[in-house]
């Protein structure tokens, strides 16, 4: 659905991104990484034909997005980043007037509102004006707005930014109820909602591809996968010192909670040391009152790989 | 086409939400009003030789109100769209760029038109009063009316083109400001330089937006300024145009 090949954008004197090219195939939601400033925006507004690349060329529903700009847009449900609405329309007079200029044709249009609103959870405030309503709802129209020409693609920019933890949640919901008919590309810098949502991540930093792949491939690939954390009274000896002499272990962090100390420890991919911790442990007669297993989570792969470089 | 009318709906729509169109509607009539009062007194005092309707066109006073509307009802069209983001959720929808340019003119135009449908009025309650005829003849109406509308077609122009040129609406409205009133204000030359040519003269007055009010409010319908007025507005439009696609490659 959505073809990106060397796609490269200069500011003033300033690359964005530089050399892009990935895929997103029909019915995938892929979530689009990255740190503030790491060019997420640009690449979307690059797609949504908002703006020309310097170079490179992309494609949405097999549309090129230069040459057949109005047909790849016809195709693309775009929410731009802060969503900007104009805040003197009322909701539904809003999204008729989206609807019309989208190209839904006009018998159609009340019922696709009608759609829109209902799946939004827009009822509540149709009669509103937009200037009026809180983020979480701006959010909603947004989306609503998004979704009302029936697009195969959707292309949204921080859907959940902004938004309270329940309202994330709902918005996560839709999006996912909405993976199932539409292809999304999404960007977020918020990690679970990717491991939540998405089928596929590209992880992007300072305009470059860094990862590109499933969030389980990526949780598996990430070389300091995981951990140990040890509780552990260890008296008046080094512990830190001690832990990072077991093989497999890259290094040790310790603090120190009255007569307790706590040590994270960064293992090697796929290695689970709590047994030689334990042995350990038991050797030198230290009191132990937590031993577990960490998790990987995508938040150790996005520090992992975007600060790889400044390292 | 249907892509054009709803955009030019909304931009005529959006006029009605904001509170600046009531205010430039009710300064419009305000000095309308006054304007029509005091010409009507000033002809109660004495003889002469014009006719009320020609009165009311012509009056230097009125002039200064009427430059100073443009800014106030074009200033908005592109420059609110850029500060608040929204041009980026219109033009990522399958619109062309000349229909949106298209759509703010016409938007504007319709308001500017709507602002002069009172003063019909004016005409006719005189006439109903007075049993008289304000005007000379039905033509001197038309040429009146056409006049305002071919000037106005030229401001609204230069409005869209200064609103697309910065996001800052109190910038586009000194922009358009200071283009429209030296624009009108340079029909006034002939009468303060006196050592020029008659045929300087002459060419000053094909330019002049007064003296081709002059004449057409008197009812000769003269072709000469449609030709040059609509032209114009062509070149501003096109101008906006290349300046609304520019904005692309600057960002
Ligand atoms: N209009 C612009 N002019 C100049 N630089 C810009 C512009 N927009 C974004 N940038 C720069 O491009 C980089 C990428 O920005 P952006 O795509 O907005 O990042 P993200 O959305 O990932 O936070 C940033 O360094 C930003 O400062
Ligand atoms: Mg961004």
Redesign the pocket.
């Known amino acids: 659905m959505i073809k990106v090949e060397n796609l490269t954008k200069r500011?003033?004197g300033?690359t964005?991104i530089k050399d892009l090219s990935f895929e997103v195939g029909k019915g995938e939601i892929m979530g689009f990484l990255?740190p503030?400033?790491?060019?997420?925006?640009?690449t979307m507004r690059i797609l949504s034909s908002f703006m020309p690349p310097t170079s490179g060329r992309a494609t949405i529903a097999g549309y090129d997005i230069f040459e057949q700009s109005l047909q790849a847009r016809a195709h693309l449900g775009y929410m731009p980043?802060n969503v900007p609405l104009y805040n003197d329309m009322r909701v539904t007079e809003y999204l008729d007037y989206r609807a019309a200029l989208k190209g839904v044709p006009h018998r159609r249009i009340s019922e696709r509102v009608g759609d829109v609103k209902e799946l939004c959870g827009l009822k509540d405030v149709e009669k509103k004006l937009i200037g009026a309503l809180s983020k979480g709802y701006r959010q909603r129209v947004g989306l609503a707005d998004a979704l009302v020409h029936e697009p195969d693609l959707l292309i949204l920019d921080e859907p959940t930014s902004g938004l309270d933890p329940n309202q994330i949640r709902q918005v996560r919901d839709l999006i996912r109820n909405l993976g199932k008919q539409h292809t999304i590309l999404l960007?977020t810098h918020i990690l679970p909602e990717v491991e939540m949502t998405c089928s596929r991540v590209i992880i992007i930093n300072k305009g470059r591809i860094e990862a590109c792949d499933t969030p389980e491939n990526l949780l598996h690939e990430i070389r300091t996968a995981g951990g140990v954390v040890l509780e552990a009274k260890v008296g008046n000896e080094n512990g830190a010192e001690e832990l990072k002499k077991i093989t497999g272990v890259r290094d040790v962090t310790a603090t120190v909670d009255g007569e307790w100390q706590r040590f994270a420890l960064r293992v090697e991919s796929g290695a689970d040391l709590r047994e030689e911790v334990f042995r350990l442990a038991a050797d030198r007669r230290w009191a132990v009152r937590e031993l577990t297993q960490r998790r990987a989570t995508l938040e150790d792969v996005f520090v992992e790989i975007t600060h790889a470089d400044d390292a | 086409m249907r892509k054009f009318f709803v955009l030019l709906t909304r931009e005529v729509r959006s006029y009605f939400y904001s509170p600046v169109a009531y205010i430039v509607l009710v300064f419009f009539l305000f000095v309308c009003g006054v304007q029509f009062y005091t010409q009507l007194s000033f002809m109660n005092g004495q003889a002469v030789s014009y006719s009320v309707q020609e009165a009311f066109f012509n009056s230097v006073f009125f002039w200064f109100a009427f430059v100073l509307i443009f800014p106030l009802i074009t200033m908005r069209l592109f420059a609110e769209e850029f500060k608040l983001g929204t041009i980026e959720s219109l033009m990522t929808a399958p619109v062309r760029d000349w229909q949106v340019v298209l759509a703010k003119f016409f938007g504007a135009l319709v308001f500017y038109v709507v602002l002069w449908i009172p003063t019909l009025l004016y005409f006719a309650i005189f006439q109903v009063i007075t049993k008289q005829p304000a005007a000379s003849s039905a033509g001197a109406y038309l040429g009146s009316y056409l006049m305002m509308l071919l000037l106005g077609m030229f401001y609204v122009s230069i409005g869209c083109l200064a609103s697309v040129l910065t996001k800052n609406q109190i910038v586009a409205a000194i922009i358009s400001f200071c283009v429209i009133t030296v624009h009108f204000f340079s029909g006034l030359l002939s009468f303060i330089m006196r050592e020029i040519s008659s045929a300087t003269r002459q060419l000053l007055g094909y330019f002049s937006a007064i003296e081709q009010m002059g004449t057409l409010s008197r009812g000769e319908i003269d072709t000469r300024p449609m030709v040059l007025y609509i032209s114009m507005t062509i070149v501003m439009l096109v101008l906006t145009h290349q300046a609304f696609q520019s904005r692309k490659w600057r960002?």
């Open positions: 500011y003033a300033h964005a990255g503030n400033g790491a060019g997420k925006s640009t980043e960007s | 960002l």
